[in-house]
């Protein structure tokens, strides 16, 4: 079982900065894959970004390609999305999720998500 807290989340200005960080419990948390997703109102929830076991491995969205960061802290049980050069567009509930091993993109291949953390970019 892995219990997931995301934070990190604020209101923030186009082109400004933001980091989220989504703690992990368990003693496992190195053997499991990554995954940062968000929803915005009326939208489905969308993948954003992934980290393999390891660190590895990384995958983006292309809408954040290049904006936006995954990394990994096995030792602090913590993944982090840095997301630079916001956009409006990017407003949405932000979730990090959990899976054994390997990155994947669809949200149900994840076993483990945690409650979310907003974030919402002005223009």
């Known amino acids: 079982q892995v219990q997931l807290v995301e934070s990190g989340g604020g209101l923030v200005q186009a082109g400004g900065s933001l980091r989220l960080s989504c703690a992990a419990s368990?003693?496992?948390?190195?053997?499991?894959?990554m995954g940062w997703f968000r929803q915005a109102p009326g939208k489905e929830r969308e993948f954003v970004a992934t980290?393999?076991?390891?660190?590895?491995?990384?995958e983006y969205a292309e809408s954040v390609k290049g904006r936006f960061t995954i990394s990994r802290d096995d030792a602090k049980n913590t993944v982090y999305l840095q997301m630079n050069s916001l956009k409006p567009e990017d407003t949405a509930v932000y979730y990090c999720?959990?899976?054994?091993?390997?990155?994947?993109?669809?949200?149900?291949?994840?076993?483990?998500w945690g409650q979310g953390t907003q974030v919402t970019v002005s223009s």
């Open positions: 368990g003693r496992t948390f190195s053997t499991y894959a």
């Open positions: 999720a959990a899976r054994r091993w390997l990155t994947s993109t669809r949200t149900e291949d994840y076993n483990y």
């Open positions: 980290i393999m076991y390891g660190g590895t491995k990384t």
